[in-house]
Nanobody, 124 residues
Framework: QVQLVESGGGLVQAGTALRLSCAASGHTRNTYNMAWFRQAPGKEREFVAAITWSGSNTYDADSVKGRFTVSRDNALNVMYLQMNSLKPEDTGVYYC?????????????????WGQGTQVTVSS
């Protein structure tokens, strides 16, 4: 089992930045591919960004390209999401997820482990 804990959320104004962290513990192995998803009230959970276990490949949703950057530090078992130029539509609960194997990174049902989420609220 792997436990994931997100942190770094908060209430910010549009145009500012936040950095989210996802700390992994338990039976951690560096071969987990990881991702960030978000869910706004009344909407389905949507893909934000993903990173392969080595960190050599990243994938971003079109809505965050050029503004968000996903990274990871395997020595610390932590994944990050640097969010710049935040918009009100970025508001939601942000979840980190981990899975074994590759495949389509945008499908939430392919992930084996999830954190509890951290709230991000962007005011206009």
């Amino acid at each position: 089992q792997v436990q994931l804990v997100e942190s770094g959320g908060g209430l910010v104004q549009a145009g500012t930045a936040l950095r989210l962290s996802c700390a992994a513990s338990g039976h951690t192995r560096n071969t987990y591919n990881m991702a960030w998803f978000r869910q706004a009230p009344g909407k389905e959970r949507e893909f934000v960004a993903a990173i392969t276990w080595s960190g050599s490949n990243t994938y971003d949703a079109d809505s965050v390209k050029g503004r968000f950057t996903v990274s990871r530090d395997n020595a610390l078992n932590v994944m990050y999401l640097q969010m710049n130029s935040l918009k009100p539509e970025d508001t939601g609960v942000y979840y980190c997820a981990a899975k074994l194997g590759s495949g389509d990174y945008t499908f939430p049902w392919t992930y084996h482990f999830w954190g509890q989420g951290t709230q991000v609220t962007v005011s206009s």
